[in-house]
RNA sequence: GCCGGCGUGGCUCAGUUGGUUAGAGCGGCGGAUUCAUAACCCGCAGGUCGUUGGUUCAAGUCCAACCGCCGGCACCA
């Protein structure tokens, strides 16, 4: 069933810690996913946004002496301009602290209350207040009591005894796990998917849903109690809807919501698997909501060491002789936002872990973008402006076309045919790969043709003509493969190509679409190459 | 303890349903070359494919046990 729509999410972004980038990474790897589809035409709708609720923003504000919303003004627009920095082209920016979101939230748990999928019962419990949760007697007496299993050296945990609402999510296990087991619901990986089933196998229990206002305020009050605040999970995941008009009075809005939903794919972090993967799904059925497509849980860039970016060690942090992590400001310095975004989206297989120091990101920056496409397109439009005069020579004849001549054509053909499967596969890495073997075809086809040589006698002219023009060609669909994950190189490389208008790869991706006579741009630098002095530290 | 995954040349990894001399990229070394961003091109690394046993005419490729690492879950303290 081809798709005729794509909706993407980020996870909201917790608004108690600055960006790293680790959140560079989700929101690149979602940018891309969303890039894909708008270049095969496919309507896009890509959204990312801030979790603003919840005790540990209130507690920071609290330190800090600012209202809990300035706190979150503050932090969003972080959020915001990380997002431009990297050139992320998100759709909407949601906030769970606008209106358009606490208002669904609240008919949300009035319909949940109203249908009798949410329930008052007494609990008695070990209760992190800065996690947000009960522990049991015996995870706390692990810590030696009094201390929050999590956190143990941070945080403390208090004897509660309180009635509490709950979400009636064990009713839903069966159906969540014959949606999973189906793919009918697909958690990717593979090996997410067989935690998730795991986790179902031991039975679910219901979901704790509200938090007591005497402690924590901050919160989107329970329409049917307002001695409670929602949980802040519950109140998050239904950014997902609430930002696309769910609920929505309005006519257009509740279309808009009718023609998004259900989300395609949701980039998560391994991390919150379980919030999606389950409590998400459960929800959304006792809504009688469809379920989304697919979430897909990435791995983590871990440090050079292998331990794993936290936000209580900050990252950057070089104690211990492990290297310095690079921060994303420092990535963005150093590598520009085309780089850092090259590196985030061909870093790892979503899935895997990976570790990364500013010498593995510098490599492949520079075997990649300075020593390939874009040592490529200088050297070919150098010689198209000595041998061509500037201008698109045309792909001559047929009659001629050698086997590296061909390859040279085939191998950027089955780059944007990897873009085209995209939609199926939203596999980042076989797109690359396929562009790397077309730069490399391009560096065979020249050193086997050396039109250089070629172009000092007259005789030879007209074959090195030929090569220039095939070889451009290719690196042209190249570069279109390419475009959504380095959009701004794309568009000064497209112009220097010849290409002019509006961007139309159904055209463009034709081999042989750059018409004769096309004007050349001057040889670009696109992607400098980055000395180890560039990099901080020593 | 249970479930799942992984362990291939310095690094990162590919290795179809088991079958000729186990591959790639990066780094390193040597060569060639100069159109290009010291780039590109060519050649080199002799790795017992974690260990030990099996199945088979034939096993990184299947089975068992073990070792190590990683996830998830559980339990004890």
Same mark, same amino acid.
């Given at each position: 069933?081809?798709?005729?729509?794509?909706?993407?999410?980020?996870?909201?972004?917790?608004?108690?810690?600055?960006?790293?980038?680790?959140?560079?990474?989700?929101?690149?790897?979602?940018?891309?996913?969303?890039?894909?589809?708008?270049?095969?035409?496919?309507?896009?709708?890509?959204?990312?946004?801030?979790?603003?609720?919840?005790?540990?923003?209130?507690?920071? /504000?609290? +330190?800090? *002496? %600012?209202?809990?919303?300035?706190?979150?003004?503050?932090?969003?627009?972080?959020? $915001?301009? @990380?997002?431009?920095?990297?050139?992320?082209?998100?759709?909407?920016?949601?906030?769970?602290?606008?209106?358009?979101?606490?208002?669904?939230?609240?008919?949300?748990?009035?319909?949940?209350?109203?249908?009798?999928?949410?329930?008052?019962?007494?609990?008695?419990?070990?209760?992190?207040?800065?996690?947000?949760?009960?522990?049991?007697?015996?995870?706390?007496?692990?810590?030696?009591?009094?201390?929050?299993?999590?956190?143990?050296?941070?945080?403390?945990?208090?004897?509660?005894?309180?009635?509490?609402?709950?979400?009636?999510?064990?009713?839903?296990?069966?159906?969540?796990?014959? /949606?999973? +087991?189906? *793919? %009918?619901?697909?958690?990717?990986?593979?090996?997410?998917?067989?935690?998730?089933? $795991?986790? @179902?196998?031991?039975?679910?229990?219901?979901?704790?849903?509200?938090?007591?206002?005497?402690?924590?305020?901050?919160?989107?009050?329970?329409?049917?109690?307002?001695?409670?605040?929602?949980?802040?999970?519950?109140?998050?995941?239904f950014n997902y809807k609430s930002a696309i008009g769910y609920l929505a009075a309005d006519d257009a809005e509740h279309e808009r919501h009718a023609r998004w939903w259900p989300a395609d794919v949701h980039v998560i972090g391994k991390d919150i698997l379980t919030t999606h993967a389950v409590y998400w799904p459960t929800l959304l059925m006792a809504m009688g909501e469809a379920l989304p497509r697919m979430v897909l849980a990435h791995g983590w860039l871990l440090d050079s060491r292998g331990g794993k970016l936290s936000k209580t060690k900050r990252e950057g942090d070089d104690a211990e002789g492990v290297l310095p992590v690079p921060t994303i400001d420092g990535l963005l310095d150093v590598f520009g936002a085309d780089g850092t975004r090259w590196f985030l989206a061909t870093a790892m297989k979503p899935g895997d872990d990976t570790a990364f120091d500013w010498t593995i990101v510098r490599e492949r920056v520079n075997t990649d973008l300075a020593n390939g496409l874009g040592n490529t397109a200088n050297r070919l439009l150098k010689m198209a402006a000595g041998a061509c005069d500037g201008v698109f020579p045309g792909l001559g004849?047929?009659?001629?076309?050698?086997?590296?001549?061909?390859?040279?054509?085939?191998?950027?053909?089955?780059?944007?045919?990897?873009?085209?499967?995209?939609?199926?596969?939203?596999?980042?890495?076989?797109?690359?790969?396929?562009?790397?073997?077309?730069?490399?075809?391009?560096?065979?086809?020249?050193?086997?043709?050396?039109?250089?040589?070629?172009?000092?006698?007259?005789?030879?002219?007209?074959?090195?003509?030929?090569?220039?023009?095939?070889?451009?060609?290719?690196?042209?669909?190249?570069?279109?493969?390419?475009?959504?994950?380095?959009?701004?190189?794309?568009?000064?490389?497209?112009?220097?190509?010849?290409?002019?208008?509006?961007?139309?790869?159904?055209?463009?991706?034709?081999?042989?679409?750059?018409?004769?006579?096309?004007?050349?741009?001057?040889?670009?630098?696109?992607?400098?190459?980055?000395?180890?002095?560039?990099?901080?530290?020593?």
């Open positions: 069933m081809p798709n005729t729509r794509f909706y993407v999410t980020t996870p909201i972004y917790y608004v108690n810690d600055r960006p790293h980038t680790g959140h560079a990474y989700t929101s690149v790897l979602a940018d891309v996913m969303a890039g894909y589809h708008r270049l095969l035409g496919i309507d896009t709708w890509f959204l990312t946004g801030t979790d603003e609720h919840g005790q540990k923003v209130q507690d920071s /504000a609290a +330190e800090r *002496d %600012v209202a809990p919303q300035a706190l979150c003004d503050e932090m969003a627009a972080h959020f $915001g301009d @990380l997002l431009e920095r990297l050139r992320v082209r998100n759709d909407d920016f949601v906030r769970t602290t606008e209106p358009r979101h606490t208002a669904v939230v609240t008919q949300v748990l009035a319909e949940l209350h109203a249908r009798g999928d949410v329930y008052l019962d007494h609990y008695e419990g070990w209760y992190c207040a800065r996690c947000e949760r009960y522990w049991t007697d015996r995870d706390v007496e692990e810590q030696g009591g009094g201390r929050c299993p999590d956190q143990p050296e941070l945080h403390g945990v208090e004897r509660l005894a309180e009635e509490n609402y709950y979400f009636r999510m064990s009713k839903y296990a069966d159906r969540l796990r014959e /949606a999973i +087991e189906t *793919d %009918v619901f697909r958690v990717h990986p593979e090996k997410r998917k067989n935690e998730v089933l $795991g986790f @179902l196998k031991k039975g679910l229990t219901d979901l704790c849903i509200s938090r007591n206002r005497e402690r924590l305020s901050w919160g989107v009050p329970l329409p049917f109690d307002d001695k409670y605040v929602c949980y802040v999970w519950v109140d998050a995941l004849e047929d009659d001629d076309v050698g086997e590296t001549q061909e390859r040279v054509r085939a191998a950027a053909v089955a780059a944007v045919d990897a873009v085209r499967a995209f939609p199926e596969t939203l596999d980042v890495t076989a797109v690359v790969a396929a562009v790397r073997s077309g730069v490399a075809a391009i560096s065979l086809f020249l050193q086997d043709e050396k039109p250089w040589k070629l172009v000092k006698t007259d005789d030879g002219l007209p074959r090195a003509r030929i090569v220039i023009a095939w070889s451009l060609e290719s690196l042209r669909l190249l570069a279109l493969a390419v475009h959504p994950i380095l959009p701004e190189s794309f568009a000064t490389l497209r112009t220097a190509l010849g290409m002019t208008g509006d961007l139309d790869f159904a055209r463009e991706s034709q081999f042989g679409a750059l018409p004769e006579g096309a004007r050349l741009g001057a040889p670009p630098n696109l992607f400098p190459r980055i000395g180890a002095d560039a990099i901080p530290s020593a």
